[in-house]
């Protein structure tokens, strides 16, 4: 499966964002998705996780009840709006898949991964 970013760019301290992850070459109600997002000098982190039936999430602390992760089965495409933006949620955003997959949140469980899109909130 191949996932492309998009959505990514500046918003201001408690602004808004809404980044998308296209799926292609394999149908996304099949796979686990997660968002991770890597800040410059730190390791890249999970923020959120749907599983494959779409039925359960995880978030991370620092993001619980600001971002929100949806999977459009018929777009093939997963979104994460993310509100009440902090300066420490600047860091690249990368979507990643695994097929059949629940709730892992480490970096080496998932194959398939995006290129990443920039997000960046300053004032």
């Known amino acids: 499966v191949q996932l492309v970013e998009s959505g990514g760019g500046s918003a201001q301290p408690g602004g808004s964002l809404r980044l998308a992850c296209a799926a292609s070459?394999?149908?996304?109600?099949?796979?686990?998705v997660g968002w991770f997002r890597q800040a410059p000098g730190k390791e890249r982190e999970c923020v959120v996780v749907?599983?494959?039936?779409?039925?359960?999430?995880y978030y991370a602390d620092s993001v619980k009840g600001r971002f929100t992760i949806s999977k459009d089965n018929a777009k093939n495409t997963v979104y994460l709006q993310m509100s009440s933006l902090k300066a420490e949620d600047t860091a690249v955003y990368y979507c990643?898949?695994?097929?059949?997959?629940?709730?892992?949140?480490?970096?080496?469980?998932?194959?398939?991964w995006g290129q990443g899109t920039q997000v960046t909130v300053s004032s």
């Open positions: 070459g394999r149908t996304l109600n099949t796979y686990a």
């Open positions: 749907i599983s494959w039936s779409g039925d359960s999430t």
């Open positions: 990643a898949a695994r097929p059949l997959g629940g709730l892992r949140t480490a970096v080496r469980d998932y194959g398939y």
